[in-house]
């Protein structure tokens, strides 16, 4: 049976919300009382996206597709191809999360829970990586995308 092809734009943006939020929020609560205020924000960030990346690319968009029931379809790759769009992915996020992180945290850290810094964090982060980084950046990597699905994984 064929594999429907993946969900508009838009839909994927939301199925990536709703895995990113929960996880990026659990993340912070269990690690941010060891992280937040003793690293730099970079070094957060890479740690953070280290974790969450593959936790929503291999465990939580899978689970989003399942409970949407089919309403949001991530891409469907196989192997290497699927282990090289998490990395592409990761090389995305780290950077637009410190960004990202570098603008909200001086005002909201200290004095706003942890749910609401990650709601506005990934409320920014996850439409410019999903609607203007990501439709930009695939199709230039999809040969060495594909190149991989082509390849033994």
Excluded: D
């Amino acid at each position: 049976m064929n594999r429907p092809g993946p969900s508009s734009p838009v839909r994927l943006m939301v199925g990536r919300w709703l895995g990113i939020y929960p996880s990026i929020t659990a993340l912070l609560l269990v690690l941010g009382p060891f992280l937040l205020g003793r690293f730099p924000t970079p070094l957060i960030a890479l740690l953070l996206t280290a974790v969450l990346v593959p936790l929503t690319h291999y465990v939580m968009f899978p689970l989003v597709e399942h409970l949407t029931r089919g309403w949001v379809r991530f891409p469907a790759l196989l192997g290497a191809a699927h282990h090289r769009v998490a990395l592409l992915v990761w090389a995305v996020t780290y950077p637009l999360i410190t960004a990202v992180l570098l603008l909200v945290l001086p005002v909201l850290a200290g004095h706003t829970p942890v749910p609401v810094i990650t709601l506005v964090v990934t409320l920014i982060a996850v439409p410019l990586q999903s609607l203007l980084i990501l439709p930009r950046l695939m199709p230039r990597a999809l040969p060495w995308i594909l190149g991989a699905q082509r390849s033994p994984a």
